[in-house]
């Protein structure tokens, strides 16, 4: 195998290719290398500086947006409430709308927000009232209303007026702005403002009155767009009527301070100085708001011929002419105060606006007014009937200073009666109220100032709409006003019926209407009740010979009385308690009615449910009316013997535990007992009067009440007289001794369970009428003392019980319960003289007891023969302090032992 070929030529030329050594660099070596072997390192020279650093961890806390908000109040987007009120003058209107929900969410989570920070909130918001985006400026309006202005209202009054005063200073510049949309929106902030703080207006009245004269001389908005002036004029409308309130209260203060010392007239000026609100500069009021009414009369005018030319009423337009016409009514209030204000002594100088004034400024103005009127009548819409309805009220108001020659008093006579006769017609029951009250309130002066030949028909079209008038209707207090106002002289001072007014002729139909209202409104309208039983009390007071045939339903008040004498309860007995009060004081000045009334009436005093201080005032005006002359003698004692006979009382412990619902009423009695036997005693000769009322009384007797209503007919007889012979027959002195029994029973079976001493004082209540009677007579005494004694030996059917008791078998009670009877009369020692001739009586009872005390009779017991032989103890002790025994007589009073 032989070699490769060109291997030694191979080796050669490689070899003469090696790489050429590098030149040296010439000049000095800058840092010389030293190289040391792999895998040892060499100590540092001792001069080497040490390079290494040594560095500790910072740890800083955390510093992102959320930590730094923690604990601060932020919307739902995170923002604080700076950072939204910096927001809120953003260029962008969407940011400023953002911005105010911001604050409302805020607000509205966080209220002391509110509470800390109004002040600044405040003056940042204030900026946005001339805002140039109508979103953001009702969002603000929003805001006020509900978060910033009730809040507003609990700081002190100082703060309030520094703050006030930035929010009108950019609402009276919004007034004037040159955008008409921000011009009425500044309008609504006002109107926001005089709502709730009222008082601060009149420190820009003047201003703001001009602003309106402003925008509604305005072509631009009188033209285009009508239905802006909607919150304008309901803003002018509120201010207005502040300043009819304003002037009100302002003759209240003059009036209050009229008399006042001049000390006291300083410190009460220097007050008013000092207060949050200040009285209106009137003269230069007046001369704006009687431009006002040239440009209101001109709107209604524009208004009122567009709306007739149109086949349908929008509402904003309707809204609009309505609002137009109420300013007008306000103004026309505020020109007539101004005139009639009363001149105090005081006073710097006299008004300059009297009625020629009136005339001048506002009649002669009125004139259109009175055409537009005519325009409206014709139209056959309930809108136009609601305006006419506006403008009567303005031309009602001013009827003392309308010249015939002006406006023709005839056809405005008509023209207010053809309203109460359309009013029926009208559905809307809301506005029915709202428009026609003030009409019906103005019907008395238009009736005394109208001529006579014109009031025929507004006399009859007013009192067919006060008959169609129902109780639940907000206008029937009007029409009672009214009626009462024409009826009665306390208002005007002048007597409807006698200066030829006519009106004399609808007394008798308004007087008859009276009892259907009260009794129809006692279920539907309770608040009515009142004012007609006022009305009617004073009808009665001021007509004492009135003649009370059409006031014959007020009988049904109390009650009405069948054919066969049941009495059916009437609504009197749940009247409110002022109800009850007028209505008894009406018993006084109707006393015609009273024959028919005192049934009925009785029977309401005698019903649980009325109170007894009504009760008792029944009694004192019946009492009234017979001492004046206007009730029958006979006709109060049948009431008073009623109330007497049948009063149901619940004397607490008497009464079973199967009523606890029924509560004592025995003080009541007892102060009606009071009350009726003074009467009694205070209407003559008590021995004719008991004559008058005997045939009534002994049937009451014979009926046998109870025990109490027992015990207050015998207080009649023993007040009348007590001496009377009338009590001596047989059926009478049956009915006392079983009276007597009945109390003693009663009383025997209390002291079985203990010694209660109001049961004794019960008795000796119920027996007291009976030891008078004995003591004026003792033949009463001695036949009493006879039927007790048959009581003892078992006759028992010659008593009369009051009860329905049944009488005890045993001996020992029948003793016992006549027992108690004679000691209590022996312990009374102005009887000692009267029981001396019954002693006969006494000792045959004490015979009696010792001959059974010495029977051996099996019907005795020894229990029975214990109670005998204390009772003859008890009875012989009382009856030896008599004084009336013969040394014979006694001993025989002795019991065999």
């Known amino acids: 195998m032989g070699r490769p070929k060109g291997g030694a030529a191979a080796s050669s030329s490689a070899s003469s290719k090696k790489p050429k050594p590098k030149p040296k660099q010439r000049g000095g070596v800058d840092f010389k290398k030293y190289k040391h072997k792999v895998g040892r390192k060499l100590p540092p020279p001792k001069n080497a500086t040490s390079t290494e650093i040594k560095s500790k961890t910072i740890v800083l806390p955390e510093q992102s947006m959320a930590s730094e908000r923690a604990g601060m109040a932020v919307n739902k987007r995170g923002l604080t409430l700076r950072e939204l009120l910096q927001q809120t003058a953003h260029y962008n209107a969407n940011v400023r709308r953002a911005a105010l929900n911001g604050i409302k969410d805020i607000v509205v989570k966080h209220p002391t927000e509110l509470k800390l920070h109004k002040v600044a909130i405040i003056e940042k918001l204030q900026e946005r009232i001339c805002d140039t985006d109508k979103v953001v400026r009702e969002s603000l309006y929003s805001i006020l209303q ?60 003047e201003q703001a009155f001009n602003n309106f004269i402003a925008v509604l001389s305005n072509d631009r908005i009188n033209l285009h767009d009508r239905n802006k002036l909607n919150s304008v004029l309901s803003g002018l ?73 149109k086949s349908a009423i929008d509402a904003s337009s309707s809204e609009a002419l309505l609002s137009a016409l109420h300013c007008l009514d306000i103004i026309c209030r505020i020109f007539i105060h101004e005139v009639k204000k009363p001149q105090l002594r005081f006073s710097i100088s006299k008004t300059q606006f009297g009625p020629d004034w009136l005339r001048s400024s506002l009649l002669i103005h009125l004139k259109n007014l009175w055409g537009v009127k005519r325009l409206f009548h014709e139209k056959e819409d309930g809108k136009f009937f609601i305006f006419n309805l506006k403008i009567a009220e303005i031309f009602l108001c001013l009827s003392a200073w309308i010249d015939s020659t002006m406006f023709p008093a005839e056809e405005f006579c008509h023209f207010v009666s053809s309203l109460f006769a359309k009013a029926k017609t009208l559905r809307n029951k809301d506005l029915m109220e709202m428009y026609l009250s003030p009409i019906i309130t103005c019907i008395p002066d238009l009736i005394f100032n109208a001529p ?82 006022e009305l009617l009390l ?77 009760l008792f005032r029944v009694v004192e005006v019946l009492q009234s009316t017979y001492k004046a002359g206007s009730l029958q003698i006979t006709e109060l004692l049948s009431f008073l013997l009623l109330l007497m006979a049948r009063f149901r009382v619940h004397p607490g412990g008497l009464v079973t535990s199967g009523n606890p619902s029924k509560v004592s009423n025995w003080d009541t009695f007892k102060s009606l007992n009071r009350l009726i036997l003074t009467s009694l005693s205070e209407m003559g000769d008590g021995s004719l009067v008991l004559e008058l009322m005997w045939n009534n009384l002994s049937n009451a007797i014979a009926k046998k009440p109870s025990m109490h209503n027992m015990n207050g007919l015998f207080r009649i007889i023993v007040t009348l007289d007590a001496g009377t012979n009338k009590l001596m027959n047989e059926d009478a002195v049956k009915l006392i001794a079983g009276y007597l029994v009945d109390a003693s029973l009663d009383l025997s079976k209390t002291i079985e369970g203990g010694f209660q001493p109001d049961k004794t004082r019960l008795f000796q209540y119920f027996i007291k009428p009976c030891t008078i009677m004995f003591d004026k007579n003792d033949k009463v005494l001695c036949s009493t003392l006879e039927m007790l004694k048959s009581f003892i030996t078992g006759d028992d059917h010659l008593l009369s019980s009051l009860s329905n008791f049944n009488y005890p078998g045993e001996l020992s009670c029948r003793v016992c319960a006549v027992t108690t009877i004679l000691i209590f009369l022996c312990n009374d020692r102005k009887l000692h003289r009267n029981l001396s001739f019954g002693k006969s009586v006494i000792k045959g009872i004490l015979d009696y007891i010792r001959h059974q005390l010495g029977s051996s009779g099996p019907n005795v017991t020894y229990e029975e023969k214990q109670k005998l032989r204390s009772a003859f103890e008890q009875l012989k002790t009382k009856a030896l302090q008599l004084n009336c025994w013969d040394r014979s007589e006694l001993e025989g009073l002795s019991i065999t032992r």
């Open 538 to 614: 004073r009808i009665g007071q001021y007509f004492p010979t009135l003649d009370c045939e059409n006031l014959r339903p007020f009988i049904k008040l109390f009650g009405v009385e069948s054919s066969s004498g049941a009495v059916e309860l009437g609504p009197f007995v749940n009247l409110a308690r002022d109800c009850q009060e007028l209505a008894t004081s009406c018993l006084y000045y109707f006393p015609s009615l009273l024959p028919d009334i005192i049934g009925p009436l009785a029977s309401c005093c005698l019903s649980d449910a009325l109170e007894p201080l009504v």
């Open 452 to 533: 006579d030949d014109s009031k025929e028909h507004l006399l009859e079209a007013f009192t067919d709409a006060f008959r169609g008038c129902k109780v639940d209707c907000k206008l029937i207090f009007p029409y009672l006003d009214a009626v009462g106002e024409m009826l009665l002289p306390e208002k005007t001072g002048t007597w409807f019926a006698e200066d030829g007014s006519g009106v004399l002729g609808y007394h008798d139909v308004w007087i008859h209407e009276l009892p259907r209202i009260l009794l129809q409104s006692i279920d539907k309208a309770p608040s009515v009740t009142k004012v007609v039983l």
């Open 146 to 205: 509900s978060m910033i202005f009730p809040s507003l209202k609990e700081d002190n009054a100082i703060s309030t007026r520094s703050t006030l005063f930035l929010l009108m200073a950019n609402i009276l510049n919004g007034m004037t702005h040159l955008s008409i949309d921000i011009q009425l929106m500044a309008f609504r902030f006002l109107e926001l403002v005089v709502l709730n703080f009222p008082s601060s207006f009149s420190s820009y009245a």
């Open 237 to 309: 409308g509120h201010c207005l009527s502040l300043v009819a309130k304003t002037m009100e209260n302002d003759d209240i203060s003059n009036r209050q301070v009229h008399d006042l010392s001049a000390r006291e007239l300083w410190k009460c000026t220097s007050d008013e100085d000092n207060s949050v609100g200040r009285a209106f500069a009137m003269p230069n009021l007046l001369v704006k708001l009687q431009s006002l009414v040239q440009i209101l009369i001109n709107s209604v005018e524009v208004s009122a011929s567009e709306l007739c030319a």
